[in-house]
């Protein structure tokens, strides 16, 4: 057997082979485009992972458990410190019309009066009328 | 020259890649396994690893972890199945009466259909899907080693080297492969009068 001869015998395999490639059964054919399409929907549905730095990743990086033993604290913490900070009853910085509620927890606003226009709403604002009305409510 | 298993072209997406190397991957698989079904599944566990590991790798470097994926799913599937290419009889160790007996019977029709009884040269009378067919058995016969040598080196174009890293072996040892496999398809192909 020379060189030639298996020179020939490679090229003709590769000719054959290619032409084989082209000659699948329509089955096949169909049954590998299926399988790439099943392959690629796995990639849209790949879950997008992103490395984060820091508190939140050093916390994405941890088991279940011991992320639930670190967040529970931490949100209770954070809870506590909100409610502190956010005290509605001392709360200056009212804006007019929640002034009107709050004037509202004391006193019922005249809601009739109001919308007879028999008293301006402005009135609500005014300390010395509210200190009237507490005083007529009282009588 | 012919293509890579997949094509040295970049392709722009994994859906054009893929289908570009499904057919030749889905012969590979075959080839190792002689059955289309367990074929099937190789070829698609195949792309499913690919695009779930290596979607984010740049496109020019598909085609070597594909075909090296490919490659691992072939022998996974007979670790799994506790099968061994090297149990099937080889070609050096088929001698001529039992080669005549298990794959002669394609010629020997052949030949009976000449109502004369002249004998033509088989390469005028076997159809191109006739040697494909010969030529296929004869690829599927070869030991494990060999057929994957030959095929990535003498149809999918890798080079040594590359062949070599795929198949995690040396460059001796692929050159060796190689040569027995080509001779091998050689002698096979003379004796069946496909080449002269």
């Known amino acids: 057997m020379n060189h030639e001869n298996t020179a020939r015998a490679i090229a003709l395999t590769r000719q054959v082979l290619d032409h084989g490639v082209e000659q699948l059964p329509y089955d096949i054919t169909e049954r590998l485009r299926a399988a790439r399409t099943r392959a690629l929907s796995a990639q849209k549905n790949k879950p997008i992972l992103s490395v984060s730095t820091g508190f939140w990743g050093w916390l994405q990086r941890m088991p279940t458990l011991a992320q639930s033993l670190v967040a529970v604290p931490v949100l209770a913490g954070a809870l506590l410190i909100g409610t502190q900070i956010y005290n ?50 009282h009588r | 020259m012919s293509d890579y298993l997949v094509s040295p072209a970049v392709h722009q997406t994994m859906d054009a890649f893929l289908a570009s190397v499904e057919r030749r991957a889905y012969k590979h698989a075959f080839f190792a396994v002689r059955n289309e079904e367990n074929a099937l599944d190789i070829v698609q566990d195949a792309m499913l690893s690919l695009v ?24 996974n599937h007979f670790r799994r199945n506790k099968v061994r290419d090297y149990w099937t009889p080889t070609f050096s160790e088929f001698d001529h009466s039992s080669e005549d007996e298990a794959s002669f019977d394609i010629l020997e029709s052949l030949l009976s259909r000449n109502g004369d009884n002249s004998i033509e040269s088989a390469e005028s009378t076997i159809s191109r899907e006739q040697i494909l067919g010969i030529l296929e058995e004869l690829i599927k016969n070869l030991p494990a080693r060999q057929r994957e040598a030959f095929l990535l080196r003498y149809w999918e174009d890798y080079s040594v080297t590359e062949t070599a890293q795929l198949m995690g072996c040396s460059e001796g040892s692929v050159k060796t492969h190689c040569s027995r496999a080509a001779h091998s398809l050689a002698d096979a192909l003379r004796e069946k009068g496909i080449t002269s």
């Open chain 2, 52 to 75: 779930q590991s290596y979607s984010d790798k740049p496109a020019a470097e598909w085609p070597m972890l594909f075909t090296r994926i490919l490659q691992n799913a072939v022998h």
């Open chain 1, 88 to 137: 509605p009853a001392s709360d200056d910085s009212i804006p007019a019309p929640m002034a009107l509620m709050q004037i509202s927890n004391e006193e019922p606003l005249n809601i009739d009066a109001i919308l007879d226009e028999k008293i301006p709403l402005q009135a609500y604002l005014n300390d010395d009328f509210n200190r009237f009305v507490a005083q007529n409510n």
